[in-house]
């Protein structure tokens, strides 16, 4: 018989509550640990095992895996003196599912190898729904052995695991799909502003506009909610801010030149000087709707 | 035995000759105009008839299609001394099938109606590949009785055909359309141009964020052609900023704000500038990859 690693999860937000339970169902013991203690309770009720500090989970765990929500919280969680890096078992591995910088993976990559730890970097698309149902798309970057070495445990959480490349190349993935949806956000929602403005049916304008060129996940997705006036959060205003924030400063780095991306986050601050950071992105069209 | 219509069909490009083609297999008699001659010769060939103005196809037929190049064609073709309306039968059809400017559609709509001709605005998308394989999307702006009685006319040549509204609603539906892919196109061309220079491998990224709420058309058909540098037309950056033009005048209207829109025509604008108006959209990779 198999004997399955010891995983620690840390994080436990709506994201990771779903991908730590189902690390539950496929027979692997996992140790908790959250800022909130509470919200890890139906896993405990579980089987998850709750540990009071992140060194603890970090000392015990052969896999670590963290879902936390800012790159200071990936920095605090890894490099921190109370830290993973700091106690976790040589030859262990460790995976930030965290959407994060691309430099500082590079970084807790660098500093894992120095201990003989693996790291990978692994932000997911997909949201709370891929979240529970295990479809998450999941972007890894990191050195091909850690990736093939925890791939049943990825495969317990997601569908569409691809290495992108070494450290970093996740998060970097992840930026490429953080910077076509900024854009496409301005246009699906000056659509349906135009469509509502125009004395159209915008529902009936997505019939004739949805299955074409015109068409994406958002429009398909998110129009009908603007439509409706549901600008409850699928996707937090508030994390894409976050990750247009990292997108652009990598841009920079890089010397690019990513005018959309740059007019997407300036419309976002000015949702977020409106309070409605913890409003779905779709409240774009709200902010247009002027 | 059930008699045919005659339909009368001006301007044969790429779109026209298909669309044309189509009607000809379906047992209508066509009556073909074209600036240049040449270009119908085929059709001629297969059975349309050539005429040598525009005045002798409105004078013959029962319905008027037309499919021409700017919203100055379209009103010269219709409105002008020797155009559609001053020689169509009374009770005939006539369909612009163009995307132009939805008050022209309107204008025209008027002045057929004041002639007791029935008018109808029903610009499509789905570009060559769709008037090829008759599966072109028809968005329809008219009255309920003139579509339903060209609703056998459209499925020859379309698929997905729904009439949004009155006079020049058809318009402003590709108007939508045309919205939400201007400022998609910046997003899937920034997304692509920082995987490139950010290491990965462009066509890796695509399949890690395709599929997800990224996802779209142009990521999914264009994006392919970027990493391949293949600019040639899908559809022209002339004709992208025809449409831009004509949305951002009726935006500007109805006191819209469309910065997305703005900055997407600033930048085709650029690619204008560069003389690249006869490439494909993605184009815009090749501005942005500086």
Chains 1, 2 share one sequence.
Not at 114 to 119: E, L, P, W, Y
Not at 143 to 159: R, T, Y
Not at 190 to 196: L, P, Q, R
Request: hydrophobic share 40%.
């Amino acid at each position: 018989m198999e004997t399955k690693n010891t995983i620690g999860f840390i994080g436990i937000g709506v994201m990771g509550k779903s991908m730590a339970s189902h690390l539950l169902k496929a027979g692997y013991q996992v140790l908790v640990y959250n800022r909130t203690k509470s919200s890890t309770d139906s896993l405990v009720e579980n089987g998850a095992v709750w540990k009071d500090t992140v060194a603890e989970v970090a000392k015990e765990a052969d896999v670590v895996i963290t879902m936390v929500g800012y790159p200071k919280d990936v920095e605090e969680v890894y490099l921190g003196e109370k830290g993973i890096l700091k106690n976790a078992k040589e030859g262990s591995y460790v995976i930030d599912m965290t959407t994060s910088e691309p430099s500082l993976a590079k970084r807790i990559y660098d500093e894992a190898k120095a201990k003989g730890i693996h790291s990978l970097d692994a932000p997911v698309s997909g949201g709370d729904v891929g979240a529970k149902n295990a479809t998450l798309t999941i972007m890894v970057g990191g050195d091909k052995d850690a990736f093939e070495k925890m791939m049943p445990v990825l495969q317990v959480m997601g569908k569409n695991i691809i290495l992108q490349g070494g450290a970093g190349a996740g998060q970097h993935t992840k930026m490429c799909n953080q910077i076509a949806i900024a854009s496409n956000m301005i246009g699906v929602s000056e659509a349906m502003v135009y469509a509502k403005k125009a004395g159209l049916d915008p529902s009936k304008v997505l019939e004739s506009i949805g299955a074409g060129a015109a068409g994406s996940w958002s429009l398909s997705n998110l129009a009908p909610r603007m439509i409706k006036g549901d600008f409850e959060p699928g996707f937090y205003v508030k994390h894409m801010v976050k990750d247009m924030n990292i997108a652009l400063a990598e841009a920079e780095k890089m010397g690019l030149w990513t005018p959309g991306l740059e007019l997407s986050k300036s419309l976002y601050d000015e949702i977020v000087r409106e309070n409605k950071e913890n409003k779905g992105t779709q409240v774009l069209f709200e902010l247009l709707d002027k």
